[in-house]
């Protein structure tokens, strides 16, 4: 794969397509993938009432933000690495600064911004239309080649992006 | 766990743990129940296809997992406090140890520390065997009282 390959709309969809929609929990949530560039990755997910934390107040549960910034990092890791490894993540701290507001839309930002032979280092940022006024910050690490089992469709994802980038 | 019993006997436990599950549709969205022995509070993430996050080996969503001990907390501070009110995270941190496999989840909460406005939080999560852990978290949680307005 080419060290800094260019995300077409095209290639989003598709990555799209293999990191999201065959991940069962991640359509659960309504997980998407917004836009996406080397190492960064920005996921929505709508607001839904089955996501909810608490019925008296229609505020979506944190945990819907851990799993959303949880998945953002994966993805923002696999777009950092120069070749296809299965990850695992390590450990994910997050905080949570506000409650978010019932009925928007929750995008999730993550940037994987240092990779070594083991780890990779990622932090991400929660939030409804402003990345500056945060619900939720995290910060996390993975390790790389945590087993062999590499994701097979990130495999063929991988494989069409570097066919599309060299042909 | 001395000092739980000793909690849990200055504070009696709300009637029904349910009710606060059921105020909380995340967590019926995430398939947890609550399997209660005396004061021993375990949950229980009963495993469906839409916990899956790696569909390849299969394991559950690390997500789903840190939302699991999350809610596991949640419902410890529920039981030891008495507390209605649904407790604010500030934050948590997740040590994921072991790959989810699919099967259930089983999570257990011990309060490290309550202050007046602030606990902190441990929380384990297992299948099979106990001592081997497939995730273990500490997070704070901001305490409430039932009559206190939204912040």
Same mark, same amino acid.
């Given at each position: 794969?080419?060290?800094?390959?260019?995300? &077409?709309? @095209?290639?989003?969809?598709?990555? #799209?397509?293999?990191?999201?929609?065959?991940?069962?929990h991640?359509?659960?949530?309504?997980?998407?993938?917004? $836009?996406? #560039?080397?190492?960064?990755?920005?996921?929505?997910?709508?607001?839904?009432?089955?996501?909810?934390?608490?019925?008296?107040?229609?505020?979506?549960?944190?945990?819907?933000?851990t799993a959303?910034?949880d998945n953002?990092?994966?993805?923002?890791?696999?777009?950092?690495?120069?070749?296809?490894?299965?990850?695992?993540?390590?450990?994910?701290?997050? $905080?949570?600064?506000?409650?978010? &507001?019932?009925?928007?839309?929750?995008?999730?930002?993550?940037?994987?911004?240092?990779?070594?032979?083991?780890?990779?280092?990622?932090?991400?940022?929660?939030?409804?239309? @402003?990345?500056?006024?945060?619900?939720?910050?995290?910060?996390?690490?993975?390790?790389?080649?945590?087993?062999?089992?590499?994701?097979?469709?990130?495999?063929?994802?991988?494989?069409?992006?570097?066919? #599309?980038?060299?042909? | 766990?001395?000092?739980?019993?000793?909690? *849990?006997?200055?504070?009696?436990?709300? %009637?029904?743990?349910?009710?606060?599950?059921? %105020?909380?549709?995340?967590?019926?969205?995430?398939?947890?129940?609550?399997?209660?022995?005396?004061?021993?509070?375990?949950?229980?993430?009963?495993?469906?296809?839409?916990? /899956?996050?790696?569909?390849?080996?299969?394991?559950?969503h690390g997500g789903a997992?840190g939302a699991?001990?999350?809610?596991?907390?949640?419902?410890?501070?529920?039981? =030891?406090?008495?507390?209605?009110? /649904?407790?604010?995270?500030?934050?948590?941190? /997740?040590?994921?140890?072991?790959?989810?496999?699919?099967?259930?989840?089983?999570?257990?909460?011990?309060?490290?520390?309550?202050?007046?406005?602030?606990?902190?939080?441990? +929380? =384990?999560?297992?299948?099979?065997?106990?001592?081997?852990?497939?995730?273990? *978290?500490?997070?704070?949680?901001?305490?409430?009282?039932?009559? =206190? +307005?939204?912040?």
């Amino acid at each position: 794969m080419p060290s800094d390959f260019e995300l &077409t709309p @095209d290639n989003i969809q598709m990555m #799209k397509d293999v990191l999201i929609q065959h991940v069962p929990h991640a359509r659960a949530l309504g997980l998407t993938i917004k $836009d996406a #560039k080397r190492g960064e990755a920005w996921l929505t997910v709508p607001y839904d009432k089955r996501l909810i934390g608490n019925v008296e107040t229609g505020v979506i549960h944190g945990g819907v933000i851990t799993a959303m910034l949880d998945n953002a990092c994966g993805v923002a890791v696999q777009l950092a690495l120069p070749e296809r490894v299965s990850i695992a993540t390590l450990d994910l701290r997050i $905080d949570y600064m506000k409650p978010a &507001t019932p009925g928007e839309t929750l995008t999730g930002h993550a940037h994987c911004y240092k990779v070594t032979r083991n780890i990779a280092f990622v932090r991400g940022t929660a939030y409804h239309t @402003d990345p500056t006024d945060p619900i939720a910050t995290c910060v996390g690490t993975f390790m790389l080649a945590a087993n062999r089992a590499i994701p097979l469709e990130h495999a063929a994802a991988m494989e069409l992006l570097k066919n #599309k980038q060299e042909g | 766990m001395s000092e739980l019993k000793t909690n *849990a006997i200055k504070n009696p436990p709300p %009637a029904d743990l349910n009710r606060f599950l059921e %105020a909380m549709p995340y967590a019926q969205f995430l398939n947890i129940s609550i399997d209660q022995k005396g004061n021993e509070i375990t949950t229980v993430m009963g495993f469906k296809d839409t916990l /899956i996050g790696n569909p390849v080996l299969p394991a559950l969503h690390g997500g789903a997992i840190g939302a699991f001990m999350e809610i596991t907390a949640m419902i410890q501070l529920a039981f =030891e406090t008495g507390i209605t009110a /649904i407790p604010k995270p500030i934050g948590i941190t /997740i040590d994921y140890l072991r790959s989810g496999k699919p099967v259930d989840l089983y999570g257990r909460a011990h309060i490290t520390k309550q202050g007046r406005r602030v606990a902190t939080v441990h +929380a =384990e999560a297992w299948q099979e065997d106990r001592s081997r852990p497939v995730a273990a *978290a500490h997070g704070h949680f901001l305490l409430k009282a039932a009559d =206190e +307005a939204d912040a």
